[in-house]
């Protein structure tokens, strides 16, 4: 079974400051990672795929199969950035999404 | 282009009572979905469907029901509601090749 864990429920950070929103996976094959943010009053959407390898909004994250993790880093928190960021794996393209239980990012000045 | 509807945006209901929800899209998009979110739990898939006429089961589908007669409308039932159905739910659907999802705006379900 494929799980997804993102052990902080609440990441507080200055503005400017570094951010890193963490996830660690469990599934035996090769799965595919997403990263889903829900600003306020806003619908849940992609902010990025590890198969696309780019960076949205400032935003970029690593798969590494070693450590089982996708972490999501910014280098400079913006307040824009406050939002729900839901990690999320796929057994393959055709499969479900599993998601985390979701880490509200909050950017103060 | 609208995407996703859902309908109704909030519902407040009486334990016991039958109530479908109500989700269609406009993108042509051959899977749908079901998901629950409730605060500390995440996003938890209730049913989903590949392909028209086709419907399966998810992580918590107990008390839910589903059906899927054409490409664009993914209905979610309740049929008798209970308070720990309380929850927002949203549909989501995406084309199989991306695995993408698209999400609906969402329906706040209160359960006295």
């Known amino acids: 079974a494929q799980r997804v864990t993102q052990p902080e429920k609440l990441l507080s950070v200055f503005k400017g400051a570094p951010v890193e929103l963490k996830c660690n996976y469990s599934?035996?094959?090769?799965?595919?990672l997403f990263w889903y943010v829900q600003y306020s009053r806003q619908r849940l959407q992609l902010l990025l795929r590890?198969?696309s390898r780019e960076s949205i909004k400032g935003f970029t994250a690593d798969l590494n199969k070693g450590e089982t993790s996708f972490h999501l880093k910014k280098p400079f928190a913006q307040e824009e950035d406050s939002a729900m960021y839901y990690c999320?794996?796929?057994?393959?393209?055709?499969?479900?999404?599993?998601f985390g239980t979701g880490t509200r990012l909050q950017v103060t000045l | 282009i609208a995407g996703i509807t859902q309908a109704p945006t909030s519902q407040i209901l009486a334990a016991g009572r039958r109530m479908t929800l109500r989700c269609t899209q406009d993108?042509?998009?051959?899977?749908m979905y079901w998901y629950r979110q409730d605060l500390g739990l995440g996003l938890r898939l209730i049913h989903y469907?590949?392909?028209?006429?086709?419907?399966g089961k998810g992580e918590v589908p107990d008390g839910y029901s589903v059906s899927r007669a054409n490409t664009d409308d993914f209905p979610l039932t309740l049929a008798s509601a209970v308070p720990s159905q309380t929850s927002v739910y949203f549909c989501?659907?995406?084309?199989?090749?991306?695995?993408?999802?698209?999400f609906g705006p969402g329906t706040r379900l209160t359960v006295l």
């Open positions: 989501a659907s995406s084309d199989l090749t991306s695995g993408i999802l698209f």
């Open positions: 599934y035996s094959g090769s799965p595919e």
């Open positions: 590890h198969i």
């Open positions: 469907s590949n392909t028209a006429g086709t419907t």
């Open positions: 993108m042509r998009h051959n899977a």
């Open positions: 999320a794996l796929s057994a393959g393209t055709a499969s479900k999404l599993t």
